[in-house]
């Protein structure tokens, strides 16, 4: 197979460095809706969160080269609703990141007792052991809805997929509605629900599209019953 770059998933110039530039910046407004740096539990996570992804980046691309290179670049061929998906998804993102500390740090709105914001971190270490579980099973797990005709695209039927049909949705719900507990903000779980929504919105349709496109997905799917919970849905 062919892995050269083309136009359409080659990333723009500079696109990296921009990217970088964006996240600092944001993380600067995080800090200034706080109204201080010194919030522990935020550095807790943000460490978490860096020192975990750039581990998991370093095995993947010694791994599994090809689905890093396949969530790295954007292709011609992702589903147009999930592009509207992912950016409402990133919106949400945002604005409960910006919530959280303007609730929990810098004007109290809400309280969140200190037994249940650490069983929230036990919940996204969890989160997290399910996307590893899942990323070592599925080589084809890409960012984005789309049929991998070009890699050769092919049911994953092992690790948490004996389970369910969607378990990287399960672990960013899950998440997402984890962490505004473990920052202190019940505010924040407004936006946090309406993420939720939206990827059982997305499992729903990219269910739909993997029945009809991906050949022995509907027979995966007469056995696996359940989408996101065992038992429930």
């Not at 010194?38 to 791994?63: G, V």
């Not at 036990?122 to 990323?135: E, R």
């Not at 309406?194 to 739909?208: G, H, K, M, Q, T």
């Amino acid at each position: 197979m062919d892995n050269t770059q083309t136009p359409e998933t080659r990333p723009p110039r500079g696109g990296s460095i921009v990217r970088i530039v964006l996240s600092l910046i944001y993380l600067a407004l995080i800090f200034i809706a706080a109204g201080t740096i010194n919030w522990p539990k935020f550095w807790l996570f943000l460490f978490f969160y860096l020192l975990s992804t750039t581990a998991f980046l370093i095995w993947l691309k010694k791994h599994d080269p090809g689905l890093l290179k396949e969530r790295m670049f954007v292709k011609k061929d992702i589903k147009s609703w999930d592009k509207s998906i992912i950016r409402a998804y990133t919106v949400l993102l945002l604005i409960m990141f910006l919530l959280a500390p303007l609730d929990a740090v810098r004007f109290h709105w809400s309280r969140v007792p200190s037994t249940l914001q650490w069983l929230a971190f036990s919940g996204i270490l969890a989160a997290w052991g399910i996307v590893i579980w899942a990323f070592r099973e599925n080589a084809f797990l890409s960012g984005f809805v789309r049929i991998q005709t070009d890699r050769g695209h092919a049911v994953c039927t092992t690790g948490p997929y004996r389970f369910v049909r969607h378990p990287m949705y399960l672990a960013v719900i899950l998440v997402v509605l984890c962490l505004p507990l473990f920052l202190g903000s019940l505010y924040s779980l407004i936006p946090a629900v309406l993420i939720s929504a939206l990827f059982v919105l997305r499992a729903s349709l990219e269910d739909r599209t993997l029945r009809k496109e991906l050949p022995g997905y509907a027979d995966y799917a007469a056995k696996v019953r359940w989408k996101l919970v065992p038992k429930v849905w």
